[in-house]
Structure formats: C-alpha cells, structure tokens
C-alpha cells in the first residue's frame, strides 16, 4: 500500500505507511503508475473538493481497468436553528456576503482566499493550515494559522471574541471542524455554505467498514495486495 498526498499543505502529519508527496502528471500519469507499480486497487480519499484529484483517478481508472471507489466523508445536514446559505461556488461567497459590510470568519484554506479581494468592504479572519501567500489585498484582514480539529466550545469564543457575523465555509464533512457549525447554530450566526460538486463517477463509501470490504473483495486469496 502507498499514500500519496499532493503537496499542498507544508508539514503534513507523519502517517504509518509508505507516502509519496506530488502529483503524477494528470489522468495519464497516474494510470500509468498504477500500471507500472502493480497496483490493483485505487482508493480516492482526497478532500471532497479536490475535484482535479477525483476526476483523474476516475479516468485513470477507466483506463487501466483498475478498480477503484471514492472514501468520503457525508456532508453535513442542515439541523434545526442552522442560518445557511448554501451555494455552488467560492465566487459565489462572495456575492452572497453582500454589499453591507460583514466581520467575517473565512474557512476555505488559503488557495482561494484571493476571490475575496473583490469585497473589500468587509473585515475578514482568515484560518488557514498554511500562511496565505501574498498576503490580501483588504484593508481589514487577520490570519490564523491552525489545524483542526476545532471543538464547539473553542470555536464559540473565537466567534464572540473577534466579533464574528458570518461565516464562509465550504461543506468538507466530518467532525474535525464541524464546531464552528455548531458554535454559528448557537449564536445565530449566518454560514455562507459551499456545497461539493457532484462525484467524479467512482463508486462511493462513507465509512472504514465499507472501505474494507471493497478492499477485501479485490485483495482475493492469492493476489498481490497493492493499493
């Protein structure tokens, strides 16, 4: 079995398998990888808005004849007391802010962050795992470099404590930085949601359980296991 990360974050954390940090060169690179190492099986267990990644595995897929399936986390729901506005877009975050000017927590990572450069209007915190290079051009901006998880009770006093009235975030599941959901639910604070894209066409799983019987049904008795 090999990990492969794509390199985007500076320092991620050490994991107990063999790794790889990089690209393959698109579709065609990475069918060709599977071909050569021997892999039978691909997992896609990118983050959900990695869209490049999961359209890539699925055309690798597709033409190598190496199965594959997408792990992914569910979404979250919209629960009773939830201020959402959901949208397709990270350009359409910004139009939704409005014309009014907003304190806003901005939660997207820092590779889109720039988008935001169109409104600035409003004052904006910005988390992120990794600095935002160039700085923005706002006149009203904060950084904080952190990694999750978040809980609720944390994430609440940083929303009171930077006076926070809407949040920017985009709907990667799980309950690593599900707090700032519940902590937004709690003091009626209005999320600005960017909801995933459709998948890329792979079969998918939601949970280890499920993983592992793909997993088992491929790594038949006397086959090589590669994933």
């Keep these: 079995m090999v990990l492969s990360l794509a390199g985007r974050t500076r320092a991620p954390m050490a994991q107990p398998v063999p790794t790889r940090i990089g690209g393959f060169g698109g579709a065609d690179g990475l069918a060709r990888t599977l071909r050569t190492e021997g892999f039978d099986l691909l997992i896609d267990a990118t983050h959900p808005f990695a869209t490049r990644i999961s359209d890539n595995a699925a055309k690798a897929s597709l033409e190598t004849g190496i199965p594959a399936f997408?792990?992914?986390?569910?979404?979250w729901q919209r629960?009773?007391?939830?201020?959402?506005?959901c949208i397709d877009h990270v350009h359409a975050a910004v139009a939704a802010l409005g014309a009014s000017p907003r304190r806003v927590l901005l939660a997207i990572g820092r590779q889109e962050a720039a988008v935001f450069e169109a409104a600035p209007q409003h004052a904006y915190l910005v988390r992120s795992v990794d600095p935002v290079e160039p700085p923005l051009a706002l006149p009203d901006v904060g950084y904080i470099l952190a990694t999750g998880p978040f809980d609720a009770a944390e994430e609440h006093a940083l929303l009171v404590e930077h006076r926070i009235d809407c949040i920017v975030a985009k709907n990667s599941g799980g309950s690593a930085t599900y707090g700032k959901i519940a902590a937004?639910?709690?003091?009626?604070?209005?999320?600005?949601?960017?909801?995933?894209?459709?998948e890329a066409g792979l079969p998918t799983v939601t949970t280890v359980e499920e993983a592992l019987v793909r997993i088992d049904h491929v790594a038949a008795p006397g086959r090589k296991r590669g994933v």
Excluded: Y
């Design 184 to 198: 937004a639910r709690a003091l009626q604070i209005p999320v600005i949601l960017i909801e995933r894209a459709a």
């Design 70 to 75: 997408a792990f992914r986390r569910p979404s």
């Design 79 to 85: 629960q009773p007391g939830d201020l959402w506005t």
